[in-house]
């Protein structure tokens, strides 16, 4: 079993949507849960990260941590054709980062 | 500079032969880390540095995969002997400390095409 499991997609919404995006993790130990967004051909970049339970906003994007259930979210708002990525949890493990397996976001116009 | 520059962008090899990877951190930055994407978005920690030492190298396959981060240089990864496995998108980042608090930048990858 991985350390962090994410389902991949893909996801297809139409623009407006409210997107929810999920992660579950095995690993109690994690305590700073982050969101990337990648976009074709480039490298992750860090949307939110999220101190151990609670939620947070960012704009249209709201991180939701819950350690009891080792159940990370990230909502996305009024959905945009440019939030179109795939978005990536990633967990903080002894220095290093575990990431989710990615979950691929199509927005519609 | 504020990102991290990554060379080549695309690397073709053969099958058995080297293939070598370069990472400039942004200036300022002591923590260098290697990822390895392979099918499907799958990251793998291969290893880390704080400034030219190792810090965790717990990911790599130390009998083909090595590493290095000289002082004055960009930081490297380097393949022995290439396999088909080994085929994937190599992304370096770079934080001011090692706690992903402190955000992590990556690079835009090196993509490695093993034939």
């Known amino acids: 079993q991985k350390e962090v499991e994410q389902d991949p997609g893909p996801l297809s919404v139409p623009e407006g949507a409210i997107v929810s995006l999920n992660c579950t993790y095995s690993?109690?130990?994690?305590?700073?849960f982050m969101w990337y967004r990648q976009y074709s051909r480039k490298g992750p970049e860090l949307l939110m990260y999220?101190?151990?339970?609670g939620n947070k906003e960012d704009g249209r994007f709201t991180a939701q941590v819950d350690k009891s259930s080792k159940y990370i979210s990230l909502f996305i708002r009024d959905s945009q054709p440019s939030d179109s990525a795939t978005y990536l949890c990633a967990m903080n493990g002894a220095q290093k980062l575990v990431f989710g397996q990615g979950t691929r976001l199509t927005i519609n116009p | 500079g504020e990102e991290v520059a990554q060379t080549p962008k695309h690397l073709v090899r053969g099958e058995g032969q080297k293939a070598k990877l370069y990472c400039a951190p942004i200036k300022g930055h002591s923590y260098v880390f290697w990822y390895q994407q392979v099918l499907k978005n799958e990251f793998k920690f291969l290893i880390s540095?704080?400034?030219?030492?190792?810090?965790?190298e717990t990911g790599m396959p130390k009998e083909r995969f090595s590493a290095k981060c000289l002082p004055n240089s960009p930081c490297s990864l380097e393949i022995q002997a290439t396999k088909l496995e080994d085929s994937a998108v190599y992304f370096c980042?770079?934080?001011?400390?090692?706690?992903?608090?402190?955000?992590?930048?990556f690079g835009s990858g090196t993509r490695l095409t093993v034939v």
């Open positions: 540095f704080q400034n030219e030492n190792v810090f965790d």
């Open positions: 999220t101190y151990s339970s």
């Open positions: 980042a770079s934080s001011p400390r090692g706690h992903p608090n402190y955000g992590y930048t």
């Open positions: 690993n109690s130990a994690f305590q700073y």
